[in-house]
């Protein structure tokens, strides 16, 4: 065997192993970035499961967390009950809003009461919100600056408790 066909055999190998042992030894999720995009998307309005008109899109003064989500997304499951902390510890500096995609208001309704998000949630039952905004993975996050003058969307759970995200939103403020 030539040293050329050994080096790829070896390659190849370290490359379907170390996926497989990393999983093994306990790794650390993965989670999303933040990446910006092309045109903020356009304010629009839901119906939240409480009934209320909730506005989608950006406020003047200060930044805002539109999340999509389903309730049969574990990753979502997951990720909803750390966004509520990181929403409930940051008052009222940022707007959070949850959007449900596709899904019964009794489903979505009976999913998010033992979380107590403290936040509202919305119903985006056919989808138009979500394109909208254009996510096409769940869970996904788009975040408007304030007066929104640029947008960023992860696609993919966020590590709401990781100084980068708290320094990222806190960035999206407008300083007064």
Same mark, same amino acid.
């Given at each position: 065997m030539t040293a050329i066909r050994h080096f790829r055999r070896s390659a190849l190998a370290a490359a379907i192993a170390l996926p497989v042992l990393s999983g093994a030894a306990?790794?650390?999720?993965?989670?999303?970035?933040?990446? =910006?995009?092309?045109?903020? =998307?356009?304010?629009?309005?839901?119906?939240?499961?409480?009934?209320?008109?909730?506005?989608?899109?950006?406020?003047?003064?200060? =930044?805002? !967390?539109v999340h999509f989500f389903a309730t049969w997304c574990a990753p979502c499951e997951e990720?909803?009950?750390? !966004?509520? &902390?990181?929403?409930?510890?940051r008052g009222e500096t940022v707007r959070v809003v949850g959007v449900d995609v596709a899904e019964p208001?009794?489903?979505?309704?009976?999913?998010?009461? =033992?979380?107590? $998000?403290?936040? *509202?949630?919305?119903?985006?039952?056919? &989808?138009?919100?979500? &394109?909208?905004?254009?996510?096409?993975?769940? *869970?996904?996050?788009? $975040?408007?600056?304030?007066g929104g003058g640029s947008a960023m969307r992860a696609a993919g759970p966020v590590d709401w408790s990781a100084p980068a995200i708290e320094n990222l939103v806190e960035h999206q403020r407008i300083r007064n």
């Open positions: 306990g790794a650390t999720p993965e989670y999303a970035a933040f990446e =910006p995009l092309e045109a903020v =998307p356009t304010a629009s309005s839901a119906r939240a499961l409480d009934g209320e008109t909730v506005t989608l899109g950006p406020a003047a003064d200060r =930044p805002v !967390l990720e909803l009950p750390e !966004l509520a &902390r990181f929403a409930a510890a208001a009794s489903r979505v309704a009976a999913f998010v009461a =033992p979380l107590g $998000l403290g936040f *509202p949630v919305t119903l985006d039952e056919d &989808r138009a919100i979500a &394109r909208a905004f254009g996510v096409r993975a769940l *869970p996904s996050t788009v $975040l408007i600056a304030s």
